[in-house]
């Protein structure tokens, strides 16, 4: 069965403090892994996809990382505004479109 | 584009009332997905549509159910609401291409099943 496992559940860091967000998954062949962003009370807003193994994507002060069996979200220099719940989902490679989410990183940045 | 709408973003229903959640999505893709997320847990698909006139079901279609008669709507259809279905829904979108898979979500709809 598809799973991805998110740690930690939450994360408190002090304004400009990086760090890292993991993602790790099981899937029957990996089509996709998605990043999003989720403010409280809307809905998920998408970040990155991320297609196979050493492939890396930027966006502003996150950097997404896949391996063979994990992701992980890489803040840098994080402000306040980047404060969310992050969620990460896969696509296997089995017929339908169908994302595999986990249960998300919540993030808090304080000034 | 205002990408994936849905109305109400809010409702209160009683134990077996029926309800419609909207949803309509004017970036002309293909497929269109129902979820359900409840705390703590991830989100989980309901139902989902390829195209127009085509639906199927996803991890948790119990209670509910849907219907695709334009390329832009996907309504979803809850029957006799019971507590469980408590929950907050998402629609979403996506072209359904190779390599053009990226689901967009709508804003959410709060359901309060009493």
């Known amino acids: 069965e598809d799973q991805v496992t998110q740690s930690p559940e939450a994360l408190r860091l002090q304004e400009g403090e990086s760090s890292s967000l993991n993602c790790s998954y099981t899937v029957s062949g990996l089509r996709g892994l998605f990043w999003y962003r989720q403010d409280p009370g809307k809905g998920p807003e998408f970040l990155f996809t991320?297609?196979?193994a050493g492939e890396e994507k930027e966006k502003e002060r996150l950097k997404a990382t896949l391996t063979k069996k994990e992701s992980f979200l890489h803040i840098t220099a994080p402000k306040p505004e980047d404060s969310a719940t992050y969620l990460c989902?896969?696509?296997?490679?089995?017929?339908?479109?169908?994302?595999?989410f986990g249960t998300g990183t919540r993030l808090l940045v304080s000034p | 584009n205002a990408g994936v709408t849905q109305t109400p973003k809010f409702r209160i229903l009683k134990i077996g009332q029926s309800m419609t959640l909207q949803c309509a999505q004017d970036?002309?893709?293909?497929?269109m997905y129902w979820y359900r997320q409840d705390p703590g847990m991830g989100l989980k698909l309901i139902y989902y549509?390829?195209?127009?006139?085509?639906?199927d079901k996803g991890e948790v279609p119990n209670g509910y159910n849907v219907s695709r008669s334009t390329t832009e709507d996907f309504p979803l259809r809850l029957e006799l609401a019971a507590p469980s279905q408590t929950s907050v829904y998402f629609c979403?979108?996506?072209?359904?291409?190779?390599?053009?898979?990226?689901?967009?979500f709508g804003p959410g709809t709060r359901l309060l099943v009493l």
């Open positions: 989902a896969v696509r296997a490679n089995t017929g339908f479109q169908k994302l595999v």
């Open positions: 979403a979108s996506s072209e359904g291409l190779l390599n053009q898979e990226t689901q967009y």
């Open positions: 991320l297609y196979s």
């Open positions: 970036m002309n893709h293909n497929y």
């Open positions: 549509s390829v195209g127009a006139g085509i639906t």
